[in-house]
């Protein structure tokens, strides 16, 4: 049974875990390889904190816009330590919903970290 699931996990970044920025070690060292940039389906919004960007899901029928993220694939043995070490509160991993219409999983923000935060959709992933 094990032979059949995958070993490998795919996970959708943004901010400063994207290619060439201050973050993507934290992916890199951890043999994580970019599969392929991919868009949000076009319900979010991204906030500034800082050095980290948080992606927040609009409530239905609110305004959203579709983002561009990276798709990473990191071998599943080492999940657990970039939890540990790259993903730190009030960001989180959770389901991203593409402009496919699939979900991967991927970073997003709580959303009372952003209530007093700068919109910062314009600028994209």
């Known amino acids: 049974v094990l032979k059949s699931m995958s070993m490998m996990f795919h996970i959708a970044v943004a901010g400063a875990h994207l290619s060439g920025l201050p973050l993507n070690h934290q992916l890199t060292e951890l043999g994580a390889k970019l599969l392929r940039t991919v868009r949000t389906a076009p319900v979010y919004k ?12 609009q409530p239905a029928g609110k305004p959203g816009s579709s ?3 990276e798709l990473w694939e990191m071998p599943i043995d080492k999940v657990g330590f970039f939890l540990r070490d790259g993903v730190k509160e009030p960001l989180g991993i959770g389901d991203v919903l593409l402009e496919d219409q699939s979900i991967v999983k991927g970073f997003i923000g709580e959303a009372y970290a952003v209530a007093a935060a700068p919109d910062i959709t314009e600028y994209g992933g």
């Not at 991204?46 to 899901?57: C, D, T």
């Open 46 to 57: 991204m906030y500034s904190l800082g050095p980290k960007p948080a992606l927040i899901r």
């Open 67 to 69: 983002i561009e993220l």
